[in-house]
């Protein structure tokens, strides 16, 4: 049935939670791709250099982190893994890659590291729910 999965990751519990998730729906249902996408928001070009190349760098080096946690609590599965890494608002960014990528569904944590949660659920997880073209599973 979904046989291309976005999983959106950034870390935080919820998350990982639904890297797990996600390698178990990928695995029950063979399906083909699991796309890991982690998006950061753009560095200030107010920064100048050399310090707009530090932080990009450290924001790099985050989201290494961040995918290699994702693998790990997404496990082995039948079907290829992607890791996207991108700059930009995390759900224009989710949103795009699961539009250009044809995904079947996206599994995303209800609550990220953002720094203002939403009402119900995070701000992030509400826009995509809102906008998304395809099923979108929250997990807690």
Same mark, same amino acid.
């Given at each position: 049935?979904?046989?291309?999965?976005?999983?959106?990751?950034?870390?935080?519990?919820?998350?990982?939670?639904?890297?797990?998730?996600?390698?178990?729906?990928?695995?029950?249902?063979?399906?083909?791709?699991?796309?890991?996408?982690?998006?950061?928001?753009?560095?200030?070009?107010?920064?100048?250099?050399?310090?707009?190349?530090? %932080?990009?760098?450290?924001?790099? $080096?985050?989201?290494? #982190? *961040?995918?290699?946690? +994702?693998?790990?609590? !997404?496990?082995?599965?039948?079907?290829?893994?992607?890791?996207?890494?991108?700059?930009?608002?995390?759900?224009?960014?989710?949103?795009?890659?699961?539009?250009?990528?044809?995904?079947?569904?996206?599994?995303?944590?209800?609550?990220?590291?953002?720094?203002? %949660?939403?009402?119900?659920?995070? $701000?992030?997880?509400? #826009? *995509?729910?809102?906008? +998304?073209?395809?099923? !979108?599973?929250?997990?807690?």
């Amino acid at each position: 049935m979904y046989q291309h999965i976005l999983l959106a990751a950034d870390g935080s519990e919820n998350a990982l939670h639904a890297a797990k998730t996600a390698g178990n729906l990928a695995r029950g249902m063979g399906s083909r791709i699991l796309r890991i996408v982690v998006a950061f928001e753009p560095v200030p070009s107010y920064l100048g250099e050399p310090n707009m190349q530090s %932080a990009i760098s450290a924001r790099m $080096s985050e989201a290494d #982190k *961040v995918l290699r946690k +994702a693998q790990k609590a !997404v496990g082995e599965i039948l079907g290829e893994v992607h890791t996207e890494v991108l700059e930009g608002p995390p759900a224009e960014a989710i949103l795009e890659v699961a539009k250009t990528r044809h995904v079947d569904l996206i599994v995303m944590g209800s609550r990220g590291l953002g720094r203002l %949660a939403g009402v119900l659920l995070g $701000s992030q997880s509400q #826009k *995509v729910v809102q906008h +998304a073209t395809c099923p !979108v599973l929250i997990v807690r």
